[in-house]
């Protein structure tokens, strides 16, 4: 099926060099180099999110995944992160040819990647944003609905919304992020402006994911209303209501969720204590609204391949109609 598929004149495959317009989003304790990796043999840009490493650690899945692979993967940068500076410098010696930089401001190391010959996206909640990395120089931006699982825009921009508007002001390749999981949802955000999408949830519930079993059942156990936007007025995050959640619940219905008290309660390794080491009581379960469709943990060529035989007969069915 997947052979009637021809994205060769398709912007964003041109530009990442990928086979389809899929790129596997960056995700902490998620996406180290075995995932990257498989999305890349498979088609997609597969993306090692270095959010939760030391640069020692970076370093080695950037060589582990250039063992595996010779298809297109590359590096996401949360920008507010400590080690950011030392990854610049780790993606410049070993050779990385894309990044896609998130949760900062695109004009800190654009430049200095793309004089390396780096091909750099970054990821926006916003029209505003978008037009920023624009000005920036970046060769394609990441636009992200709040349905996204993760740290998010704060104003609650659906996909749905965002896409349309960041497609008419932007001239740049454009992928759409928030809420996707099948070939349908991909075909849409097509039809909405979008030339591809970056995908988190749905890959982080497959075999190649770093996550802890338990943070992929919880996924697969979820309904539409699991999730919520939290968080605020510390760093906006999508993640289940658990009893971590109720907590931040109980901080704010007293009237003491501060900024101080809110750092105090997430402290440090909420994240890696939920997604990596399966603590479903205490951790930061981070994943999207499109979990309750994730109903399985297959391998990611197994969904790479649903995913392209889903876009192949929505966009079928819609010539029918
Ligand atoms: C577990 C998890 C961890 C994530 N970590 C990061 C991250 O480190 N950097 C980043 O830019 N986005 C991160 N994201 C967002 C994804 O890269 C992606 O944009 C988002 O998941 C897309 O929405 P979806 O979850 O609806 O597919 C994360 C998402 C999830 C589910």
Redesign the pocket.
């Known amino acids: 099926m997947q052979s009637k598929l021809d994205f060769s004149q398709n912007r964003l495959c041109q530009l990442l060099n990928i086979k389809f317009p899929i790129i596997q ?6 996406s180290g180099w075995k995932l990257a990796s498989a999305v890349a043999e498979a088609g997609g840009l597969g993306l090692i ?1 270095s ?2 490493m030391r640069p020692d650690l970076l370093r080695e899945h950037i060589r582990k995944a250039n063992q595996a692979t010779k298809k297109s993967f590359g590096v ?1 940068i ?1 920008l507010f992160y400590k080690y950011s500076e030392d990854f610049i410098q780790i993606i410049l010696e070993e050779g990385v040819r894309y990044v ?1 930089t ?2 900062g401001s695109p004009k800190k190391y654009t430049q200095t990647l793309k004089s390396a010959g780096v091909i750099v996206g970054h ?1 926006v909640p916003s029209s505003v944003l978008a037009l920023k990395c624009q000005d920036a120089g970046v060769d394609f931006v ?1 636009c ?1 609905g709040f ?5 998010n825009g704060i104003d609650e921009i659906t996909t749905f919304c965002l896409v349309p508007q960041v497609a008419k002001i932007i001239e740049l390749p454009l992928a759409a ?5 099948t070939g349908a949802q991909i075909l849409a955000a097509q039809v909405l402006g979008a030339d591809g999408v ?5 890959f ?1 519930c497959t075999e190649e994911s770093s ?1 802890h079993p338990a943070f992929k059942q919880t996924i697969m156990n979820s309904h539409e209303a699991s999730t919520v936007l939290t968080l605020k007025k510390l760093t906006p995050v999508r993640l289940a209501k658990n009893a971590f959640y109720q907590k931040i619940c109980e901080l704010e219905a007293r009237g003491e969720d501060s900024v101080d008290n809110l750092k105090a309660l997430l402290g440090t390794g909420r994240a890696r204590k939920g ?1 990596f080491e399966g603590d479903l009581e205490e951790g930061e379960l ?5 979990g309750s469709m994730v109903r399985d943990c297959p391998s990611v060529s197994e969904v790479m391949e649903r995913l392209m035989d889903e876009y192949l007969k929505s966009k079928q069915k819609l010539v029918a109609v």
């Open positions: 989003g960056g995700m902490v304790w998620c999110g959010g939760s996401n949360p896609v998130s949760a990821v990441v992200e349905e996204a699982g993760g740290h992020a928030g809420g996707i999981g970056q995908i988190g949830t749905r982080a996550a997604i981070e994943f999207g609204q499109i």
